[in-house]
Antibody, heavy 119, light 112 residues
Framework: QVQLVESGGGVVQPGRSLRLSCAASGFTFSNYGMHWVRQAPGKGLEWVAVLWYDGTTEYYADSVKGRFTISRDSSKNTLYLQMNSLRAEDTAVYYC????????????WGQGTLVTVSS | DIVMTQTPLSLSVTPGQPASISCKSSQSLLHSDGKTYLYWYLQKPGQSPQLLIYEVSSRFSGVPDRFSGSGSGTDFTLKISRVEAEDVGVYYCSQGIQLPLTFGGGTKVEIK
């Protein structure tokens, strides 16, 4: 069965960096695009970024553009989110999700990893 | 960005009774390929979101047939024919016709 397991979350000071990982199993990782979606405490869902199945194309939410980078290592079946210049408003649970269609939706989600940006 | 607006914000339902959630998009979700890119997700308490419905009315794998989706253009509805205790949580609609993907604010469903 499809399984997505995020890791790398934690408490980080404003301005610092953090890298999240998402280990995928149960499907052919290199055939699917992947999303990152976040959820601030007590709030709704906010899409963050998507990476095409072949790693050639990526898109970002305006709120993270220029600070976050999505990448993948298909040899390790792992998705990453490099987060730089973190701000308090980046505090959220970060979910990785497999794309449905080319990029149009998220069909399977991980359990999430909490990132807290605080001094 | 496409704005997704859900109503109501919350819903309290007696088990066995129906429930309905409305979702409106600020732009048509009908693509020139003939598909309508509207999705429904459920986030149960303490869990990650799960896909319920894709392209307006197609149930995802394992989703019970008491869940149904309908609508077109900019107006959509999720219906639960007979609510069960396991259906509690927050329901989100989402559009996938253009990036950024956007989600409605959510509708919290509780059991009376």
């Amino acid at each position: 069965q499809v399984q997505l397991v995020e890791s790398g979350g934690g408490v980080v000071q404003p301005g610092r960096s953090l890298r999240l990982s998402c280990a995928a199993s149960g499907f052919t990782f290199s055939n699917y695009g992947m999303h990152w979606v976040r959820q601030a405490p007590g709030k709704g869902l906010e899409w963050v970024a998507v990476l095409w199945y072949d790693g050639t194309t990526e898109y970002y939410a305006d709120s993270v553009k220029g600070r976050f980078t999505i990448s993948r290592d298909s040899s390790k079946n792992t998705l990453y989110l490099q987060m730089n210049s973190l701000r308090a408003e980046d505090t959220a649970v970060y979910y990785c999700a497999r794309t449905g269609g080319v990029w149009n939706y998220c069909d399977y989600w991980g359990q999430g990893t909490l990132v807290t940006v605080s001094s | 960005d496409i704005v997704m607006t859900q109503t109501p914000l919350s819903l309290s339902v007696t088990p066995g009774q129906p429930a309905s959630i409305s979702c409106k998009s600020s732009q048509s979700l009908l693509h020139s390929d003939g598909k309508t890119y509207l999705y429904w997700y459920l986030q149960k308490p303490g869990q990650s979101p799960q896909l319920l419905i894709y392209e307006v009315s197609s149930r995802f794998s394992g989703v019970p047939d008491r869940f149904s989706g309908s609508g077109s253009g900019t107006d959509f509805t999720l219906k639960i024919s007979r609510v069960e205790a396991e259906d509690v949580g927050v329901y989100y609609c989402s559009q996938g016709i253009q990036l950024p993907l956007t989600f409605g604010g959510g509708t919290k469903v509780e059991i009376k």
